[in-house]
């Protein structure tokens, strides 16, 4: 398979995952040295398990991801990485209320073998036009 293709099949399992709310599925798609730079949070997460650690904390407050989409998709191939861009529309749940956001990611994959593996994520706000 294209490795274009293959970038693209694993951002779309990464997002799958995400959007059935399956945090054990959803963190095995990314090393355990990948970073994170969310709008909402006031600090980057430095490693895989920083995530996972503040993950559970949203989930004991009673977040889900109730779904997301992604859409725009393009792909940079750079050597053994690559840069994924998407627009994402998720659905979530928060302090019981229910979130719709429109956002704009870029998720960096790194060739782990045969495999891609998100190792950096970078999540903002849409501006509008």
Excluded: K
């Amino acid at each position: 398979m294209d490795q274009t293709l293959q970038v693209r099949q694993a951002a779309a399992d990464l997002v799958a995952a995400f959007a059935s709310n399956d945090s054990a599925r959803y963190f095995a798609y990314f090393s355990e040295d990948a970073t994170f730079l969310f709008h909402t949070v006031p600090q980057p997460l430095l490693s895989r398990r920083a995530y996972e650690e503040l993950w559970a904390s949203w989930q004991a407050d009673g977040f889900a991801v109730l779904g997301c989409e992604s859409s725009n998709a393009q792909v940079s191939l750079q050597g053994d990485v690559a840069i994924f861009m998407h627009d994402v529309a998720t659905r979530l749940r928060v302090a019981g209320e229910t979130l719709d956001l429109n956002e704009r990611e870029t998720i960096v994959f790194r060739l782990h073998g045969e495999r891609w593996l998100a190792c950096h994520e970078h999540l903002s706000v849409i501006s509008p036009a």
